[in-house]
């Protein structure tokens, strides 16, 4: 069965670049029928899909958050990973990273609060 | 302000059903399937429906999906305390954001 598990610091300071890395297991990244994305939740609002990569390195964004987006993935660790850079108060949320097929959000992380503070 | 319209609130009481709509535009709903997420208190949203009407393994028939046009219902009979949560319906769109939920819904089950 599918698991992913972010990880990453729960503290980040305006102006400096947010860094997650979600780890896959229990199925290969490398499966083609997958995209593996990236979705946050600011506090008691609604979920917003950030961006999504498939391990050939095809990619999808945000158009809001394409500037500072980043998405990769690491086929050796069964990793993929989150950059976003140039953060202010507005990007603090619960990040979700997920995996979709044929379009649909399958399996989601349990999510990992990301504040920007000084 | 949403891509996908949702009601912020609805209620009903045990037992009862009660419906979500999730209303879009041809650049989303009209030409792609629709799936819906169930987000229990302080945890990670979950598949529900997916591709308008189908159900993942271990969800009931209580939850059903369905889709006319621009808009998409999801449907939960037999409503239990245990179904308050929050629900986003979710798709693709050909505009700005390739992938958008809607603002949520909130089920009371009084």
């Known amino acids: 069965q599918l698991q992913l598990q972010e990880s990453g610091p729960g503290l980040v300071k305006p102006s400096e670049t947010l860094s997650l890395t979600c780890t896959v297991s229990?199925?290969?990244?490398?499966?083609?029928?997958?995209?593996w994305g990236w979705i946050r939740q600011p506090p008691g609002k609604g979920p917003e899909w950030v961006g999504s990569?498939?391990?050939?390195?095809?990619?999808y964004y945000n158009s809001s958050l394409k500037s500072r987006v980043t998405v990769s993935v690491d086929t050796s660790k069964n990793q993929f990973s989150l950059k976003l850079s140039s953060v202010t108060a507005a990007d603090t949320a619960v990040y979700y990273c997920a995996s979709m097929i044929r379009g649909v959000i399958k399996v989601w992380g349990q999510g990992t609060l990301v504040t920007v503070s000084s | 302000q949403s891509v996908l319209t949702q009601p912020p609130s609805v209620s009903a009481a045990p037992g009862q059903k009660v419906t979500i709509s999730c209303s879009g535009s041809s650049s989303n709903i009209g030409n792609n399937y629709v799936s819906w997420y169930q987000q229990l208190p302080g945890t990670a949203p979950m598949l529900l429906v997916y591709e308008n009407d189908k159900r993942p393994s271990g969800i009931p028939d209580r939850f059903s999906g369905s889709k006319s046009g621009t808009s998409a219902t999801l449907g939960i009979t037999g409503l239990q305390t245990g179904d308050e949560a929050d629900y986003y319906c979710g798709t693709w769109d050909s505009s700005l954001s390739p992938w958008v939920f809607g603002g949520g819904t909130k089920l009371t089950v009084l």
């Open positions: 990569i498939h391990y050939s390195g095809s990619s």
């Open positions: 229990g199925g290969s990244i490398s499966s083609s029928s997958y995209y």
